[in-house]
């Protein structure tokens, strides 16, 4: 079992609610270890939007809350008209996300006959806020999430399962029942890498040199991403067409194996460039080699195709490929030119803070 920083934070939060009603002498502390515990957020950005709209929305259900009470009663209808009320509003309002603690403040409140109800439902409603502003300090203060490591470590492990499979599929050497499990392995890791990519996205820097850097950044883990959605594409064709490219001559499944494995190895050196393990800046001559191999590949393919008429259909069939293949090479090579402006300008404020994964 692992224990992630966000299950951290939600037990720090809950916790530091708990204290703060106790220490304020409130006779119900549940209910801000409730609140903290549905206003944790995976980064501070999101902290920052959620207090202001739980403080909206906790208004909100609170005067709906007192208002209802005090026309009809406490009657359990009452509370489920109340509850649709509180729904219906946030869904037109497009606040989905803070529709549970709104619901949850307004049950709070309603929930209780009381004869001093004014000052109940203001104790509530304070509970309510109080676990909100816990869940926002411990956000704000304790482990602050690391997207850029996370983001760049999630993409590099990716990566090298991705380029494993091209290399065993390029050599006829795949099992499928394994590739199809991983098939399924690696489409999630790309969908938690979207997750992470977005979190960063909508990290700030309050200092405008700062924020500058970090959009740079941005810019270069999405090409990032482009780029091993592109290998990934490059499995599933291989393992769609794998019949077919063993049909072609041993010279053309040769130069599509050697053209992958200058691809995939020149995306590996991309990847450790970024945190300057391989030299910083390529040079047009690199460039030029790339783009010998990508017309070496057409120009073969081609040459196939217009001489073997034997072969002809399955070159039509694994067109998608070399397609793939070439805007593999292009992807590459614009998060290459990228990496490259990257280091080359404002080298300064450029700063690449990734830490090694721990074994």
Not at 2 to 10: M, V, Y
Not at 153 to 161: A, D, G, L, R
Not at 224 to 229: F, T, V
Not at 340 to 356: A, C, L, P, Q, S
């Amino acid at each position: 079992m692992r224990l992630g920083a966000r299950i951290f934070k939600t037990g720090l939060a809950v916790t530091l609610a708990l204290y703060a009603a106790a220490w304020l002498g409130y006779t119900s502390p549940a209910f801000a270890a409730l609140a903290a515990f549905f206003a944790v957020q995976p980064s501070v950005h999101r902290s920052f939007i959620l207090i202001r709209d739980q403080v909206q929305a906790n208004i909100l259900s609170a005067l709906l809350a007192i208002i209802f009470v005090l026309a009809f009663g406490h009657e359990p209808f009452v509370v489920g008209v109340v509850v649709m009320l509180v729904i219906a509003i946030h869904i037109k309002l497009k606040k989905e996300t803070i529709i549970p603690l709104a619901v949850v403040t307004a049950i709070a409140i309603m929930g209780t006959p009381t004869d001093d109800f004014i000052n109940f439902a203001m104790e509530r409603f304070l509970l309510t806020m109080l676990g909100v502003f816990a869940a926002f300090i411990v956000n704000l203060i304790f482990l602050p999430p690391k997207h850029e490591n996370l983001l760049y470590h999630k993409i590099v492990n990716t990566n090298e399962q991705i380029i494993q499979w091209i290399r065993l599929l390029t050599r006829n050497d795949a099992d499928v029942k394994t590739l199809k499990k991983d098939m399924n392995k690696l489409a999630e890791s790309v969908a938690k890498i979207d997750n992470i990519f977005m979190l960063y996205k909508e990290e700030r820097n309050y200092l405008r040199k700062n924020e500058y850097a970090r959009l740079r950044k941005v810019v270069l883990f999405r090409q990032m991403i482009h780029s091993l959605r592109t290998a990934l594409s490059i499995i599933k064709s291989l393992d769609k067409y794998e019949n077919v490219l063993q049909q072609f001559p041993e010279e053309m499944q040769a130069i599509i194996r050697s053209q992958l494995d200058t691809l995939t190895n020149y995306h590996e050196r991309i990847l450790l460039k970024y945190t300057g393990k391989v030299k910083r800046q390529t040079t047009e001559e690199d460039f030029n080699e790339v783009h010998q191999r990508k017309r070496q590949l057409t120009d073969f393919f081609h040459t196939v195709y217009e001489d073997s008429l034997s072969h002809r259909n399955s070159c039509i069939h694994f067109f998608p490929v070399i397609s793939l293949i070439i805007e593999y090479s292009e992807e590459l090579e614009r998060l290459d030119r990228l990496e490259d402006g990257f280091f080359k300008f404002h080298r300064e404020e450029n700063e690449v803070n990734i830490r090694e994964k721990e074994l």
